[in-house]
């Protein structure tokens, strides 16, 4: 997610260990969630925890990989001059339970195209961590052809990202006074966040059990008024089952 953070590492197991320790400083609301060798482990927001390694999922003498996906949700302000601003953001420690002193083996994996940008029109901070991103799953243009066909409202029981994607067409006379938004419908018990985009463009995320903005403006200078407009988003749901996507729809908002 945007501001966020994929992380990926390298150990060699024992066969000894049982569980995997993770720090992560997201500030308020944000999250961070494990995968150990493609096994979900679970999830987290602001601080530590410790995720029980499931049975099957460790590789003895082998390696394996521990995959991280983190959201921030930015820096704090410095109302109080305390210096609260410059708190770190993401994952700060990480160690596998019962292991001894085995070491992790880290990568990490920038921009599509590091300096030669993918997309140089919106730039780099357009985007934040997800595959997704990188394989332009967001972009008008993408050939989804393949992709499953679902409706609204979705759920997605398995915790994790999910992409929704649609087309839309308007016919409304354009200029500044032409003001449309998007509007998200749900059940706020359901748990999950979204990254919106339209036509490649990031203008939010929402998070629906926390809210509370459910309505986003689109900002005309995005919006094709007289032709096809691409909507995709990312939705990460958690731990309950509950993931996916409420009702969407545009408003007028003049």
């Known amino acids: 997610m945007n501001p966020g953070g994929r992380y990926r590492a390298h150990v060699q197991a024992r066969g000894a260990e049982t569980g995997v320790s993770l720090s992560a400083t997201t500030g308020n609301q944000g999250k961070c969630a494990a995968w150990l060798n493609g096994v979900y482990l679970g999830a987290n927001g602001n601080g530590a925890r410790t995720f029980t390694i499931p049975a099957g999922a460790l590789r003895p003498n082998a390696d394996n990989v521990l995959a991280v996906l983190v959201e921030n949700m930015g820096h704090n302000q410095d109302w109080l001059h305390n210096d609260s601003h410059k708190e770190p953001r993401g994952l700060t420690s990480a160690s596998l339970v019962g292991c001894g002193t085995a070491a992790l083996a880290w990568k990490i994996q920038g921009n599509l195209g590091g300096e030669d940008l993918a997309d140089p029109v919106r730039g780099p901070l357009n985007n934040g961590g997800l595959f997704g991103e990188r394989a332009g799953w967001s972009l008008p243009g993408y050939p989804d052809r393949d992709w499953a066909k679902t409706t609204l409202p979705a759920t997605e029981p398995t915790p994790g990202v999910s992409r929704y994607r649609t087309d839309f067409h308007l016919n409304v006379p354009p200029g500044p006074e032409t003001s449309i938004g998007l509007r998200i419908t749900d059940d706020p018990k359901r748990?999950?966040?979204?990254?919106?985009?339209?036509?490649?463009?990031?203008?939010?995320?929402?998070?629906?059990?926390?809210?509370?903005?459910?309505?986003?403006?689109?900002?005309?200078?995005?919006?094709?008024?007289?032709?096809?407009?691409?909507?995709?988003?990312?939705?990460?749901?958690?731990?309950?089952?509950?993931?996916?996507?409420?009702?969407?729809?545009?408003?007028?908002?003049?």
Do not use: C, E, H, M
């Open 191 to 254: 748990k999950y966040r979204l990254q919106i985009f339209v036509n490649g463009w990031n203008i939010g995320r929402y998070i629906n059990d926390v809210g509370p903005q459910r309505v986003f403006v689109i900002p005309t200078g995005l919006l094709r008024t007289r032709g096809s407009n691409t909507l995709a988003v990312a939705s990460w749901g958690d731990d309950d089952g509950t993931g996916g996507l409420g009702q969407v729809s545009l408003v007028n908002l003049q």
